[in-house]
């Protein structure tokens, strides 16, 4: 029995510790945030969408060697024909290109991937050289 | 006219309706505060139970498929027909001497229910929640009675209108006796099955406990039976040891009443924030070591000092 | 009383993971149980062979959610020694930081997790607000919450401006303010002390005998910890304790973790304020030369182990991995054995599964 009272005493002293916290939360905005029926807040260095300044790219192939997911594909035919195509639902967004590159050309932004179902969006042509064209660029 | 009335709109089953949603939503609300978190929107509870009537209704095979239809329907029966006697603000559909036991003895039947859906289940979850909900009815079930009949004793009468009426003589019943209003609070946890005291179905033990198996209407009503017995209890506790709906006389009554409900709500949601949840035999070492014994001397000083 | 078999898992509210459990119960009481696992077996370390050691850190990041940082760490440490490489300073040190900061992540979940098996959902959210903190600067750090990619061979990629220090320094202090908080709860709260004193027992000798590795080792009185025992840059420079326990049960692990969040928010600070300018990292060959190389740190769990051999081409020949969480599980039935039936979520969520890491 008075271990029993005892145990019941030292619960009521634990309320000392939990219920001031009870009282701060009820006093403070919730921790939660409204997304998406609000904005997602973004910080600076986010990994998002992968970019490329198509004039800058060689057609090199060290970003698709390096990539770990297989999402970047050059279908090259000789040295100024070539398309290097991106497949945005294999990538996992490491920007593992971005480092690869050593002529800086294609780059990691920080926008915010949506999902979508426009199957269009599978596959994109980042770069699409021809030697008649100068570079033309389709998304 | 007047009976159908009070059977279907109000105190009768329209008004425990919204209460019942009302109150759910009250407490999810309280503890998401506690939690810092928002907490559902107000039509939550309603969107649920919808939901859940509008979803396809499985018993699996070897379940006892007529009790399972039954027995959502028996403790709702048992929880309306409860709902009869118990006033709200000052209207009561029937009152009679002995109402008291009446009531007590109704609102024991859904956790008798409770246990035969675990019982007629298959499953190893239900079976092991339905096992627990036993043992914890027998923890809490004896000092709940005994501390609910501590008001009784004090206002010599079985009939819960006249205990209200002897609350306005004298004072709060809460007031006369502080450590039964604690322990019929604790029963009242055990019986509502809320945290610390949701051992039958604690969610990361026995998935749900009795109730896994079932789904769609049934469970619609399992989970109403559930709200409703909130609502009830916190009545019966309001009018057995707050006096009711009498503050001051000029006050109308059921705006106080309402306070008065919504005060002991919060203090059952501020208890399921705090403490963790009891293992069987905790709890039921604390039912009969701790809680019983008090109940017996706050009996013996009730019959002492008032007799 | 009767005799029942429960199963838990492979699905089931208490296991973030698949792991499928076997209980015999008599009564309420746990006689013996089996336990399987595998479910969620990838085979990383075959497919390791077939991707270049470019691209194998990014896929042995994702071996663990939590401990994403580390696995990828250790890998990169063991090739570079493998090419004979050293990294900057700096890079170490950056290093250093995010693993501390890991840390500090995997167990505020972790005691998320137990006091949501328990019931005591306030520390959950409690907890889990806190982590929040610490993921808001693993974000600003690397830009991402759980996978980082900040690792690359031969150092890091990404720095740390001296803005964006300060700032880190701030939400340290709050994130300190918050887990001594947090701490004084938990180490107080008599119900979560009454949940968890007395079960889950693993003896020092059980320990070792089952080769336990990290803070359920550590709360059997192991004094076993890779940061101290086999220091790399910048842990030798730095100065810290680590927490052990003797009683061995759940709740000594709980405050050797809870001990352990506060040393190592300690040490992101003390990493932060010293940390050297320099380059960020060191130029890597492509090709690795034949040889073989091992490596170890100190993960959220435990001692996690690499062991990488190359055959001269441009990808690794073998891969072995030696998670942390491996031996805490085959200790599991030996646990098991004797506790009620309410213990077994404790018992589970004592150990801090992460059977991503086990199953590989």
Request: glycine content about 8%.
């Amino acid at each position: 029995m008075r271990k029993a009272v005892s145990t019941l005493l030292e619960s009521l002293r634990t309320l000392a510790y939990l219920l001031p916290q009870l009282g701060r939360a009820l006093v403070t905005r919730p921790e939660t945030v409204k997304f998406p029926f609000a904005p997602p807040v973004i910080p600076r260095g986010y990994r998002g969408r992968v970019q490329i300044h198509p004039e800058k790219c060689r057609g090199c192939g060290l970003c698709v060697r390096d990539c770990p997911a297989f999402a970047l594909e050059l279908q090259r035919e000789d040295r100024n024909t070539f398309k290097l195509i991106y497949h945005p639902e294999r990538c996992a967004y490491c920007g593992q290109c971005e480092v690869s590159c050593t002529f800086g050309a294609i780059y990691q932004t920080n926008e915010f991937v949506r999902g979508t179902d426009d199957l269009g969006q599978l596959v994109v042509t980042l770069v699409d050289r021809r030697p008649a064209r100068a570079g033309a660029q389709d998304k | 006219m007047n009976a159908l009335i009070k059977l279907l709109i109000f105190p009768g089953f329209g008004f425990l309706f919204i209460a019942a949603l009302a109150f759910d939503w009250i407490d999810r609300r309280m503890i998401a505060r506690y939690h810092g978190r928002v907490g559902p929107p107000w039509y939550q509870p309603l969107a649920d139970f919808v939901k859940l009537l509008a979803k396809e209704d499985i018993v699996p095979e070897g379940t006892h498929g007529l009790a399972a239809a039954a027995l959502p329907i028996v403790s709702l029966t048992a929880v309306l027909t409860a709902s009869l006697y118990i006033p709200v603000g000052g209207i009561v559909g029937a009152s009679f001497e002995g109402d008291l036991i009446v009531v007590l003895f109704l609102l024991t039947l859904p956790a008798l229910a409770y246990f035969l859906a675990g019982w007629i289940s298959v499953g190893a979850y239900s079976v092991l929640g339905g096992h627990r909900s036993l043992l914890q009815y027998f923890s809490y079930e004896v000092p709940f009675l005994m501390a609910v009949t501590c008001p009784a004793i004090l206002a010599g009468s079985w009939s819960i209108a006249e205990i209200i009426n002897s609350q306005a003589q004298t004072a709060w019943s809460a007031l006369m006796q502080p450590l039964g209003f604690i322990l019929a609070l604790i029963g009242l946890i055990g019986k509502l099955k809320r945290d610390p005291l949701d051992i039958p179905k604690a969610k990361s033990e026995v998935v749900a406990g009795p109730l896994t198996d079932f789904s769609g209407r049934k469970l619609a009503l399992w989970h109403l039976t559930m709200n409703m017995q909130t609502v009830l209890g916190i009545f019966l506790l309001v009018n057995l040891f707050f006096g009711g709906s009498r503050l001051f006389d000029r006050v109308p009554a059921l705006p106080v009443f309402g306070m008065k409900s919504v005060a002991i709500l919060l203090a059952l949601s501020t208890a399921s924030a705090l403490y963790a949840r009891l293992r069987i035999d905790q709890l039921m070492d604390l039912g009969w070591r701790v809680l019983a014994p008090l109940a017996l001397i706050q009996i013996l000083a009730t019959l002492w000092i008032g007799g | 009383m009767a005799r029942t078999v429960i199963p838990i898992g492979p699905q089931h509210p208490l296991l973030k993971e698949p792991l499928a459990f076997q209980i015999m119960l008599e009564g309420e009481r746990v006689t013996d149980s089996t336990m399987r696992m595998g479910y969620v077996h990838r085979g990383i370390e075959r497919l390791c062979q077939e991707r270049t050691y470019v691209q194998n850190i990014h896929l042995l990041e994702r071996v663990c959610g939590i401990c994403s940082h580390v696995h990828a760490m250790t890998y990169c440490h063991a090739v570079e020694s493998l090419l004979g490489i050293e990294v900057p300073l700096r890079a170490a040190y950056l290093r250093a930081l995010l693993c501390e900061l890991e840390r500090i992540h995997s167990h505020l979940l972790w005691m998320g997790v137990l006091a949501r098996n328990i019931g005591l959902d306030t520390i959950f959210m409690y907890a889990w607000r806190d982590r929040e903190v610490v993921l808001d600067i693993m974000e600003a750090l690397s830009g991402g919450r759980v996978s980082h990619a900040i690792n690359i061979i031969g150092g890091v990629r990404s720095d740390v401006t001296p803005e964006d220090r300060e700032e880190i320094l701030e939400q340290l202090t709050t994130l300190d303010r918050q887990v001594t908080r947090l701490v004084g709860v938990v180490e107080h709260e008599r119900s979560l002390q009454t949940r968890t004193k007395g079960v889950g027992l693993l003896s020092l000798e059980q320990v070792r005998r089952y080769c336990v590795v990290g803070p359920v080792a550590r709360a059997s009185g192991l004094d076993a910890d890779m940061r101290r025992d086999e220091p790399r840059t910048p842990y030798d420079r730095l100065s810290f304790n680590v927490p052990t326990h003797t009683a061995g049960d759940v709740w000594a692990r709980t405050l050797v973790r809870m001990q352990e969040t506060r040393v190592s928010v300690e040490l992101c600070r003390d990493i932060l304020k010293e940390i050297p300018e320099g380059p960020l990292a060191v130029r890597a060959p492509r090709r690795v030369p034949p040889g073989e190389a091992i490596s170890r740190s100190e993960a959220p769990r435990g001692e996690v182990f690499y062991y990488v051999r190359s055959d001269g081409s441009d990808t690794p020949a073998r891969v072995k991995i030696r998670t942390p969480t491996l031996p805490s599980l085959l200790t599991l039935p030996q646990q098991l054995k004797g506790v009620t039936m309410a213990d077994v979520s404790v018992v589970l969520s004592g150990v801090d599964l992460c059977i991503a890491c086990a199953d590989r």
